[in-house]
Protein backbone atom coordinates (compact mmCIF):
# COMPACT_ATOMS: atom_id res chain seq x y z
CA UNK A 1 0.00 0.00 0.00
CA UNK A 2 2.72 2.40 1.06
CA UNK A 3 4.50 1.60 -2.22
CA UNK A 4 1.54 2.47 -4.55
CA UNK A 5 0.71 5.99 -2.28
CA UNK A 6 4.66 6.46 -3.23
CA UNK A 7 3.99 6.19 -6.56
CA UNK A 8 1.06 8.51 -6.84
CA UNK A 9 2.49 10.22 -5.11
CA UNK A 10 5.09 10.73 -7.30
CA UNK A 11 3.29 11.40 -10.29
CA UNK A 12 0.88 13.73 -9.29
CA UNK A 13 3.16 16.13 -8.07
CA UNK A 14 1.84 15.21 -4.12
CA UNK A 15 4.91 15.11 -1.85
CA UNK A 16 3.46 14.73 1.13
CA UNK A 17 1.30 11.69 -0.16
CA UNK A 18 4.74 10.72 -2.27
CA UNK A 19 6.19 10.84 1.82
CA UNK A 20 3.89 9.29 3.45
CA UNK A 21 4.09 6.00 1.15
CA UNK A 22 8.05 6.05 1.30
CA UNK A 23 7.87 6.14 5.33
CA UNK A 24 5.08 3.34 5.38
CA UNK A 25 7.33 1.05 2.90
CA UNK A 26 10.13 1.99 4.62
CA UNK A 27 8.65 1.37 8.48
CA UNK A 28 7.28 -1.78 6.89
CA UNK A 29 10.27 -3.45 5.11
CA UNK A 30 12.17 -2.59 8.65
CA UNK A 31 9.54 -4.11 10.49
CA UNK A 32 10.19 -7.80 8.02
CA UNK A 33 13.79 -7.12 8.85
CA UNK A 34 13.55 -7.12 12.34
CA UNK A 35 11.29 -9.99 12.27
CA UNK A 36 13.33 -12.41 10.48
CA UNK A 37 16.59 -10.99 12.46
CA UNK A 38 14.48 -12.33 15.96
CA UNK A 39 13.60 -16.04 14.36
CA UNK A 40 15.68 -18.65 15.88
CA UNK A 41 17.60 -20.82 13.99
CA UNK A 42 15.85 -24.78 12.84
CA UNK A 43 17.82 -27.21 14.01
CA UNK A 44 20.75 -28.92 12.25
CA UNK A 45 19.38 -31.90 11.67
CA UNK A 46 15.58 -33.53 12.43
CA UNK A 47 15.36 -35.62 14.87
CA UNK A 48 14.57 -39.26 13.84
CA UNK A 49 11.49 -40.95 15.62
CA UNK A 50 11.60 -44.79 15.20
CA UNK A 51 8.14 -46.48 14.74
CA UNK A 52 9.73 -50.15 15.24
CA UNK A 53 12.83 -51.73 16.80
CA UNK A 54 16.14 -51.99 15.02
CA UNK A 55 15.80 -56.01 15.23
CA UNK A 56 12.38 -58.16 15.99
CA UNK A 57 12.17 -59.90 19.09
CA UNK A 58 10.87 -62.80 16.98
CA UNK A 59 12.82 -65.89 15.41
CA UNK A 60 12.26 -65.19 11.53
CA UNK A 61 9.65 -67.16 9.33
CA UNK A 62 10.85 -70.19 7.31
CA UNK A 63 11.26 -69.79 3.89
CA UNK A 64 8.05 -71.90 1.86
CA UNK A 65 8.52 -73.89 -1.03
CA UNK A 66 6.87 -74.67 -3.80
CA UNK A 67 5.38 -77.87 -4.51
CA UNK A 68 6.13 -80.03 -7.59
CA UNK A 69 2.74 -81.81 -7.25
CA UNK A 70 -0.02 -81.38 -9.36
CA UNK A 71 -2.76 -80.00 -8.37
CA UNK A 72 -6.18 -83.28 -8.44
CA UNK A 73 -8.24 -82.11 -10.92
Known sequence: MGA???LIGGLN???SLFAFGLGTT???LGFKLWRF???RPL???PVV???????SSSA????LSVSKKKPPL
Not at 60 to 63: A, D, E, T
Open 60 to 63: PLPM
Open 49 to 55: QHYLPSR
Open 37 to 39: QQR
Open 4 to 6: IDA
Open 13 to 15: DSW
Open 26 to 28: GIA
Open 43 to 45: PEE
